[in-house]
């Protein structure tokens, strides 16, 4: 699957490719020809990443080959234990969660999961957790308090579950409490936005000490298409909507509502999931040998104080 | 025979040409019975033929609320900013000023400090005349500080909830004002100073996923519309017909999320032996 900006660039890769056959069953010389395409598509590369628009960076961070939470999980962990069910309700397989082992230190996981098949995606429900996922994510985050283990979550959701059983079970209600429940959690919480940050649904698990975005992911109120469904009242406004939502990781970054960015391979995350994932890993061990340094409580009042100073006012 | 007819069926107006109803004295209810204004505003704006509650603003409900109407406002003056210059059809910023002029208010909340049947209370109210009262960074922002001011004071927090979510013209913004709100409110519950959301009609989106949800005492006014995703937006998803009464208070109250529906006219009553309860 590509999309309509990757196709210029995986013509010419293909291109590359033919040569590169070509030449190996003859013996003409094609390497200065070899060469040149080779740096004709890093310049390309170049070129079409660093000037995406912000929708194209939402294209991206919903692409069909983009790592997904677990994908980063057993990358990055040598062992992982994936832990399950609320106590309440039921296993909700939109969120997931465990503890694993980040170089010789245990971590709680905590993410939203997407599918990659059709069967995958109706069994992750799209990566829209139900009220018992939000419940299932606070309970695994209690128990790290209890152990002391640092919690990590990856954050991947076009938003939380708008269904009716979701209304019957308190969707708002899950959602708040755990905003008001991270705040207090004595150990370090670092909240890592993967692919899409789709409103409370997202925000649901993202009240860390450190918040950070991949570069080709979004994270804001509302989905630039239902944006433009409600402010523009049609469907048609979505990549003026994404401008208007500055949506982006620099955008956020630039306004202070997060607090760093992790770059991205070229091409993006998808392009070299191993070396997402490594730079991924060593984001979190870096921002824990910060945040193990602060005392608890001296960590939770940071985390409150960072939250409260965002809103732009006037008096 | 009827003195006019409509030939077209449905109304046509467009928004720009509708004109406003001047504030008359006299009321229409729902049931279609018309009372003097004076009956209501004594009712605590309920209709008296079938117990109708009016939507009505903080105005009204401090009115209600505070002793002779006897309160001292919070951060009164306090405007939208336009962090992200946003533009849909029109700018923002226009939005806002042309709001303000209409409703005669600086944003959707409004908090105040006064005395309720002579306890002291802090309450902060919205206004969903102010964009559907839509939360962006000055709501978010006056809520905080009036948890501040019950924190620091030691009175108990009422917030009355009244909103359509988050402000989207401040996107990123106004999704972090779920998170200050809810950081205040925890260490309200860690200083163990009562807080008692009452949800009114309609209280959906952000909102519910933050303060109104996490009250000590979660109440609401009867047949409010409460719940996180629009009805509409539920509709599309499971492509059915929604049950009746799906999203009313007292849908909410059955599923376990509510303490209890309180009708307006015996809100203060209620209201007041509850922190009677907690203080004896």
Known sequence: MLLEFEKPIADLELKLQEMKELAKGRKIDLSADIQSLEEKIQILKKETFQNLTRWQRVQLSRHADRPYAL??????????????????????????????????????????????NTKQRQERNFGMANPEGYRKALRLMKMAEKFGKPIVTL?????????????????????????????????????????EGASGGALGIAIGDKVYMLENTWYSVISPESCSSILWRSWDYKEQAAEALKLTATDMKNNGLIDGIIEEPLGGAHKDMKNMAKTIKSTILEALKELD????EKRTDQRIDKFCSMGVFVE | ??????????????TEDKKDAPDGLWFKTPKGNIIHTRELKNNSYVCPDDDYHVKIGSKEYFEILFDGNNFKELDTNMRSGDPLKFVDSKPYNARIEATISKTELNDAVRSAVGKMNGFDIVISCMDFNFIGGSMGSVVGEKIARAIDHSLKNKIPFLMISKSGGARMMEAGFSLMQMAKTSAKLALLDKAGIPYISLLTDPTTGGVTASYAM?????????????????????????????????????????????????DRRQLKNRLTTLLKLLNN
């Not at chain 1, 938003?159 to 079970?169: N, S, T």
Request: glycine residues 12%.
């Open chain 1, 71 to 116: 994908d980063y999980i057993y990358e990055m962990t040598n062992d992982f234990v994936e832990l399950h069910g609320d106590r309440t309700v039921k296993d909700d397989k939109a969120m997931i969660g465990g503890l694993g082992d980040l170089d010789g230190r245990s971590v709680m996981f905590i993410g939203q999961q997407k599918g990659r």
């Open chain 1, 293 to 296: 340094k602060i005392k608890p």
């Open chain 1, 155 to 195: 954050i991947d959701t076009p938003g939380a579950f708008p269904g009716l059983e979701a209304e019957e079970r308190g969707q708002g209600e899950a959602i708040a409490r755990n905003l008001k429940e991270m705040f207090m959690l004595k150990v370090p919480v670092i909240c890592i936005i993967i692919g």
């Open chain 2, 1 to 14: 025979m009827a003195w006019f007819k409509r030939t077209d069926k449905g109304i046509k107006t467009s």
């Open chain 2, 214 to 262: 996490l009250g000590d005492f979660n109440i609401a006014e009867p047949g409010a519309l409460i719940g996180f995703a629009g009805p509409r937006v539920i509709r599309e998803t499971i492509g059915k017909d929604l049950p009746k009464g799906f999203q009313s208070a007292e849908f909410v109250l059955e599923h376990g999320f509510l303490d209890f529906i309180i």
